[in-house]
T-cell receptor
Framework: GQNIDQPTEMTATEGAIVQINCTYQTSGFNGLFWYQQHAGEAPTFLSYNVLDGLEEKGRFSSFLSRSKGYSYLLLKELQMKDSASYLCAVKDSNYQLIWGAGTKLIIKP | ETGVTQTPRHLVMGMTNKKSLKCEQHLGHNAMYWYKQSAKKPLELMFVYNFKEQTENNSVPSRFSPECPNSSHLFLHLHTLQPEDSALYLC???????????????FGEGSWLTVV
């Protein structure tokens, strides 16, 4: 079967750095997405990786290793507003999005 | 504001009621989706419409009935639901559902459904 694994919950301190990992086993690979979802709000697009390496976008970076079936989302200079759930999703060989259950990130002052 | 609007935001219904969820997208996209989001579970794709034609129905019970009158509007008709159907129902849209790997999906804020 197809599977996306990410930690259920993480806690970090304001101003610090946190890395949220995502591992996947899917039938084929056509890209990996990260979404942010604040409580009671819509998931919003953060990043897309299809080639190996690091994509940087401001305080957020996303890394992909296709050979390892692994990605991480790196959040720097954490702010209280970064408290949210972070969803990892992979497009398989049929271009279907396979979703992880999300990682709830709690930021403490 | 993501360009995808859902109503109502909250709905409480009895198991014998009939209700509908509505979604409208203002992004000019061709594909629309219904997802179910339950606590601590992955998003579950329910239905996909591409150019108003249904292309996916992921073994969803018949008590959920989608309707897509045009590329901008999507409904989910609800009838004789069960308490386990209580969840957040998310509508989404994208330019097209496949082919373009980097095709981003845009979500609405969801409709919280409670079945009593």
């Amino acid at each position: 079967g197809q599977n996306i694994d990410q930690p259920t919950e993480m806690t970090a301190t304001e101003g610090a750095i946190v890395q949220i990992n995502c591992t996947y086993q899917t039938s084929g690979f056509n890209g990996l997405f990260w979404y942010q979802q604040h409580a009671g709000e819509a998931p919003t697009f953060l990043s897309y990786n299809v080639l190996d390496g690091l994509e940087e976008k401001g305080r957020f970076s996303s890394f992909l290793s296709r050979s390892k079936g692994y990605s991480y989302l790196l959040l720097k200079e954490l702010q209280m507003k970064d408290s949210a759930s972070y969803l990892c999703a992979v497009k398989d060989s049929n271009y279907q999005l396979i979703w992880g259950a999300g990682t709830k990130l709690i930021i403490k002052p | 504001e993501t360009g995808v609007t859902q109503t109502p935001r909250h709905l409480v219904m009895g198991m014998t009621n009939k209700k509908s969820l509505k979604c409208e997208q203002h992004l000019g996209h061709n594909a629309m989706y219904w997802y179910k989001q339950s606590a601590k579970k992955p998003l579950e794709l329910m239905f996909v419409y591409n150019f108003k034609e249904q292309t996916e129905n992921n073994s969803v019970p018949s008590r959920f009935s989608p309707e897509c009158p045009n590329s901008s509007h999507l409904f989910l008709h609800l009838h004789t639901l069960q308490p386990e159907d209580s969840a957040l129902y998310l509508c989404a849209s994208s330019q097209d559902p496949e082919g373009n790997s980097g095709n981003t999906i845009y979500f609405g804020e969801g409709s919280w459904l409670t079945v009593v």
